[in-house]
T-cell receptor, first 115, second 111 residues
Framework: SAVISQKPSRDICQRGTSLTIQCQVD?????MFWYRQQPGQSLTLIAT?????????ESGFVIDKFPISRPNLTFSTLTVSNMSPEDSSIYLC????????????FGPGTRLTVL | QKEVEQNSGPLSVPEGAIASLNCTYS??????FFWYRQYSGKSPELIMF????GDKEDGRFTAQLNKASQYVSLLIRDSQPSDSATYLC???????????FGSGTQLTVLP
């Protein structure tokens, strides 16, 4: 499976500021995904990021709040904009294996606390 | 709306017993199904996938799929304390093969 890293691993931010999370993969992948996992809850898909096209957002998530970049096949960023305490969560990126069955592998996550 | 349902637990089993985790899904178009294990403070780790009806075994783990009943299960034989974690069921569907996750079942294996 691919080796995935995320930066930062954790951060504490002030209300109203923005944070950009980076996701780096050690091999080229077509599909990358961004998830949110709120405390004690399961994973919710924010958006799907394909290289060379605009990200596709799930219901309840908008580009102005969570802009995503996908400049190449090994890298993506997610920005959490104008943060509020409700954005405190773990943000995870994942990549699809490319074997055509939909399996995804996850990065270590970014733990965000908004004060 | 695509949904994946799991018993939230917590589920406790003694060491050496069989742990049985269950999952149902609403989207009949779902193609593949996955079980992830998530230790506290860690990211999900893929442990099994299944896409054909029947059983699939890998070591102490057996995944079962019944598409007619829209039911997926995971059996863990000879449970160990190190198996204590939250187990997430996920279903893949759509052209982008997006995953829909269940809420997870917290398993505790008692020594």
């Amino acid at each position: 499976s691919a080796v995935i890293s995320q930066k930062p691993s954790r951060d504490i931010c002030q209300r109203g500021t923005s944070l950009t999370i980076q996701c780096q993969v050690d091999s080229q992948v077509t599909m990358m995904f961004w998830y949110r996992q709120q405390p004690g809850q399961s994973l919710t898909l924010i958006a799907t990021a394909n290289q060379g096209s605009e990200a596709t957002y799930e219901s309840g998530f908008v580009i102005d709040k969570f802009p995503i970049s996908r400049p190449n096949l090994t890298f993506s960023t997610l920005t959490v904009s104008n943060m509020s305490p409700e954005d405190s969560s773990i943000y995870l990126c994942s990549v699809e294996s490319g074997r055509g069955i939909g399996e995804q592998f996850f990065g270590p996550g970014t733990r965000l606390t908004v004060l | 709306q695509k949904e994946v349902e799991q018993n939230s637990g917590p589920l406790s089993v003694p060491e050496g017993a069989i742990a049985s985790l269950n999952c149902t899904y609403s989207d009949r178009g779902s193609q593949s199904f996955f079980w992830y294990r998530q230790y506290s403070g860690k990211s999900p780790e893929l442990i099994m996938f299944i896409y054909s009806n029947g059983d699939k075994e890998d070591g102490r783990f057996t995944a079962q799929l019944n598409k007619a009943s829209q039911y997926v299960s995971l059996l863990i034989r000879d449970s160990q304390p190190s198996d204590s974690a939250t187990y997430l069921c996920a279903a893949s569907s759509g052209s982008a093969r997006q995953l829909t996750f269940g809420s997870g079942t917290q398993l505790t294996v008692l020594p």
